[in-house]
């Protein structure tokens, strides 16, 4: 799929409770129990067309979680009825929308073009393609991998770093957290669409609104 797909969700109406993360079209919703997030997602399994789509769903005690799709770039026009039937249901159940939850953590490993290896990442941990250079938990439970392709002239440095997706409203709230919680920026070259922050050891992980929050224009 193009870039339209998740252009189009992301400039669309009434899909307010939703957030586009790494792994695709996520949203959020608060309930009382576990019970009652049970029922949601019984009701959920219902919307006409979410069958075998490739959804998630992530029960928790006073929450569910809904995922469309595993990739953002798999969004089609499709997702933004399924977005809004969902919406409903979850009205209908008192259900409330939580986007400052949604998240994805996602494991990026760097590699020389000629060294990239999905099929090595894919087979230790038991997950699955979903790009090229991208691999998924089929549980829906683990973060997801994506190999980064280095400029060959490029000195390989941070082979492995960690990126945190966040919903655009939210990134500066969880950077500010990450600052008070003893990181330093170390690249802010790519804000408001990302941060690089390192711990007191140097390792580092990417803050992203990207691409919730992506600043690149929609295709013609």
Sequence with gaps: MSR??????LDAEDVEDWVVLHGGATAVFRVRSLGDAVELAGAVAQVPGLERSGVVLTIADHHLAVR???HF???ERQHLE???AIT???????????????QEVQLAIAAKPDSVDSGFWRAVLGYTGVSEVGAVDPLGHGSSVWMQ????????RHAMHVDVSVAREH????????LEAGG????????????????????????????????VPAPQ
């Design 88 to 102: 409903a249901v979850a009205q209908a159940h008192e259900a409330v929308p939580d986007p400052a939850a949604a």
């Design 68 to 70: 469309l799709s595993r």
């Design 149 to 156: 392709e280095l400029d060959a002239s490029r000195p390989l």
């Design 73 to 75: 770039s798999q969004l």
């Design 82 to 84: 399924l977005a809004r």
């Design 4 to 9: 339209q797909g998740w252009r189009e969700f």
């Design 184 to 215: 330093r920026i170390v690249d802010d070259s790519e804000a408001p669409e990302q941060w690089t922050l390192a711990d007191a050891a140097g390792t580092r992980v990417c803050i992203c609104a990207w691409p919730d929050g992506s600043t």
């Design 171 to 178: 990134v500066e709230a969880r950077l500010a957290a990450a």
